[in-house]
Structures are given as C-alpha cells and as structure tokens.
Antibody
Framework: EVQLVESGGGLVQPGGSLRLSCAASGFTFSSYAMHWVRQAPGKGLEYVSAISSNGGSTYYANSVKDRFTISRDNSKNTLYLQMGSLRAEDTAVYYC?????????????WGQGTLVTVSS | QSVLTQPPSVSGAPGQRVTISCTGSSSNIGAGYDVHWYQQLPGTAPKLLIYGNSNRPSGVPDRFSGSKSGTSASLAITGLQAEDEADYYCQSYDNSLSGRNWVFGGGTKLTVL
C-alpha cells in the first residue's frame, strides 16, 4: 500500500526556517517524481515545488523561489522541503504527492498533510 | 487569481447531474496539456478523481466523467449522492512566459441539496 506521511510542521516566526519531511513507503520511491502542494486555510490548492526521480531537476513556484529548497534522499525514501525566510502567507497545510510520469501528468497519491503556521 | 478558472460553487439534488467547468488558456489546456481532477472531502487530503482528461483511476465510480475541448475542460457527476459533497479542483501544466508550472483551478464547492 502506497503511503506518504508528512512531518515537521509547526509554528514558526516570520523570517524563520522549517524543514518538512515526507516519508514514503509501499512503492519504489526512486522511480517517481515528487511534489509539494500547499493549501492556505480556507483556500485552494497551490503547487509549491517538484523534484525529479533522481533529484537532478527541481522546480519552484515563483512565490517560493529562492526561499524554499526541495530535495530527496532515495536511500531513505524521504522527500524534504527546506523553507526559509518564512512569511505569514506561507501559512498552509503542506502536502507531498507522488507524480506519475512526466510534466503532463497527475499526482496519484497524496499524504495527509502537515500544518505550517507563520506567526509572531 | 488562479490560472485555471472554476466556478466557486455548484449544487444539485440527489440523483441529478452537475458539471464543473475549468477554463484555461493557450499556454495550458489550449496548448494540449492534459487536465486532471481531484476531489477533496472536508478535512481530508485531495484524492485523484480523473486523470488525462477523461480517465478514472481504479475505484472511482463511473458516475464521474471528464472531458476536454479547446482551452476548457469539464467534470460531470451523474446520479448525485450526498457523499459527493466536496471541493473539486482541476489541474494542468502551464508553459507561459512567466514560467513553467503546474497549475490548479481555484476549486469548486459542490453542495448536494
């Protein structure tokens, strides 16, 4: 059974940093690209970042570029999102998701999400 | 302002048919990129509902169907049931001058009357 379990969320002050993790199981993690998608309270889904299966290519939404870094450790079946210079507008539930195939495809499995709150 | 435009809400009575539109542009849906749909029940993570414009993953009832034409796509739900009450999001890929990006619609809240 495919499972994605996010962790690392919490309360952080504006300007602070946080690292999210997503532990994957039930599939060959190193064969899939992965995404981070967030959802602000009461709002819709927003793509945040993506990484290729081998970690060689990374992609970022303009809203987080130069502040967030996506990475993965295929030996540990874990996806990461290092978030820096956090702002109030980064407050959201962050989901990791598995992408099937290339850029023109979908995410077929999602984690349960981890809440990040940026507030003083 | 989402790149893909969806109606904020739709509603229907049990047993009825409803459709949810997703309007894009020449840099995303109109460029030939596929449209995918996700269902998000209250308090839960999104779930894949339709992929590749019109394909259903295993386990999704055939009451759900998707289509795409030009710069738009639609999700249709027939035989509406109370358990269908949820938020629905379309998603595609955008290749505009402002950057390449995966994009979502703003979401549509379906209310079963």
């Amino acid at each position: 059974e495919v499972q994605l379990v996010e962790s690392g969320g919490g309360l952080v002050q504006p300007g602070g940093s946080l690292r999210l993790s997503c532990a994957a199981s039930g599939f060959t993690f190193s064969s899939y690209a992965m995404h981070w998608v967030r959802q602000a309270p009461g709002k819709g889904l927003e793509y945040v970042s993506a990484i290729s299966s081998n970690g060689g290519s990374t992609y970022y939404a303009n809203s987080v570029k130069d502040r967030f870094t996506i990475s993965r450790d295929n030996s540990k079946n874990t996806l990461y999102l290092q978030m820096g210079s956090l702002r109030a507008e980064d407050t959201a539930v962050y989901y990791c998701a598995r992408r099937v195939g290339g850029i023109n495809t979908h995410c077929d499995y999602w984690g349960q999400g981890t809440l990040v709150t940026v507030s003083s | 302002q989402s790149v893909l435009t969806q109606p904020p809400s739709v509603s229907g009575a049990p047993g009825q048919r409803v459709t949810i539109s997703c309007t894009g542009s020449s840099s995303n849906i109109g460029a030939g990129y596929d449209v995918h749909w996700y269902q998000q029940l209250p308090g839960t993570a999104p779930k894949l509902l339709i992929y590749g414009n019109s394909n259903r993953p295993s386990g999704v009832p055939d009451r759900f169907s998707g289509s795409k034409s030009g710069t738009s796509a639609s999700l249709a739900i027939t035989g509406l049931q109370a358990e269908d009450e949820a938020d629905y999001y379309c998603q595609s890929y955008d290749n505009s001058l402002s950057g390449r990006n995966w994009v979502f619609g703003g979401g549509t809240k379906l209310t079963v009357l």
